[in-house]
């Protein structure tokens, strides 16, 4: 149902775009968040975007990171500028739907920011 991209390799200081495509569901009626995961550690919430265009940051992410919604390509977007090593993570993308509470997750992507 949602499928991750856009994980690569990048030198610190640098950009990737994270993308997550949705099929089977009416995507923008949901509320989609990135959340990242670290070997060892808990999947953190990294961003999220309301079914009504509202979003929210973690303290790390706000400034450098934005999420978007293209409803027209049923895909949400996360833009990500001036990474960290400690940006270097597996990012996952889920979608929620409030009033059932019925969520999807998708297969992480990549991503390794060298110092």
């Known amino acids: 149902q949602l499928q991750a991209s856009g994980g690569g390799l990048v030198q610190a200081g640098g950009s990737l775009r994270l993308s997550c495509a949705a099929s089977g569901i009416t995507f923008s009626l949901y509320g989609v968040g990135w959340y990242r995961q670290t070997p060892g550690n808990q999947r953190e919430l990294v961003a999220t975007?309301?079914?009504?265009?509202?979003?929210d940051y973690a303290d790390s992410a706000k400034g450098r990171f934005t999420i978007s919604r293209d409803v027209a390509k049923n895909t949400v977007y996360l833009q990500m500028n001036s990474l960290k090593p400690e940006d270097t993570a597996v990012y996952y993308c889920?979608?929620?739907?409030?009033?059932?509470?019925?969520?999807?997750w998708g297969k992480g992507t990549l991503v390794t920011v060298s110092s």
């Open positions: 889920n979608a929620r739907f409030a009033l059932s509470g019925t969520n999807y």
């Open positions: 975007v309301s079914a009504g265009g509202s979003t």
